[in-house]
């Protein structure tokens, strides 16, 4: 059973970069058919795509983000990281890894962390 | 970019009542939208697929239905456990959307 589970500071300072790591186990993050993902969630619900990586590195985000938003990924350790620059307390939120399962069979995200809490403030 | 919005955003029910939620798009697209469940403090869960493709593992109570521009989730005989928040989201166009949720309380 695929598990995700994300790791980094549940605290960052205005100006400074959101940075956190998902960690995978019980699968391959090599194997196609799967991008991986970050969603975040505010405060009373309101859930939003950052962006996601290939495993051979392309990577799709969000244009309300992108200026701001990198996503890389290292098979080797099966992990893949985010990394937000420039956060606001706008970026409070819960983030959430997860695996989109993206082939001909269909198109949604199957497994996800439990989700961090990311506070931004100084 | 794609607006979910679904209704009602609050919904009041009992066990055994069928329910039915509504998730309405800015612009028609095929079927690649799924539905969520979300208990407090946990992660969504994948319910539906593919605007009506059960995931595995889930009661079949649950079904869901549409295309273009309305879609639906229905719950046929309401359990204790189903009592939570359900999202639609769009997979068709960059960037995928969600909608704002539907909170199901118990009566």
């Known amino acids: 059973q695929v598990q995700l589970q994300e790791s980094g500071p549940g605290l960052v300072k205005p100006s400074q970069t959101l940075s956190l790591t998902c960690t995978v186990s019980?699968?391959?993050?090599?194997?196609?058919?799967?991008?991986w993902s970050w969603i975040r969630q505010y405060p009373e619900k309101g859930l939003e795509w950052i962006g996601h990586?290939?495993?051979?590195?392309?990577?799709y985000y969000n244009p309300s983000l992108k200026s701001r938003v990198t996503i890389s990924i290292e098979t080797s350790k099966i992990q893949f990281s985010l990394q937000l620059s420039s956060v606001t307390a706008a970026d409070t939120a819960v983030y959430h890894c997860?695996?989109?399962?993206?082939?001909?069979?269909?198109?949604?995200?199957?497994?996800w962390g439990q989700g961090t809490l990311v506070t931004v403030s100084s | 970019d794609i607006q979910l919005t679904q209704s009602p955003s609050f919904l009041s029910a009992s066990v055994g009542d069928r329910v039915t939620i509504t998730c309405r798009a800015s612009?028609?697209?095929?079927?690649?939208l799924a539905w969520y469940q979300q208990k407090p403090g946990k992660a969504p869960n994948l319910l539906i697929y593919?605007?009506?493709t059960l995931q595995s593992g889930v009661p079949s109570r649950f079904s869901g239905s549409g295309s273009g521009t309305e879609f639906t989730l229905t719950i046929s005989s309401l359990q204790p456990e189903d009592f939570a928040t359900y999202y639609c989201?769009?997979?068709?166009?960059?960037?995928?959307?969600f909608g704002q949720g539907t909170r199901l309380e118990i009566k």
């Open positions: 593919a605007a009506s």
């Open positions: 019980g699968g391959s993050i090599s194997s196609g058919g799967y991008y």
């Open positions: 997860a695996r989109y399962h993206y082939d001909s069979s269909g198109y949604y995200f199957d497994h």
């Open positions: 990586i290939y495993y051979n590195g392309n990577s």
């Open positions: 612009q028609g697209f095929g079927s690649y």
């Open positions: 989201q769009q997979l068709n166009n960059y960037p995928i959307t």
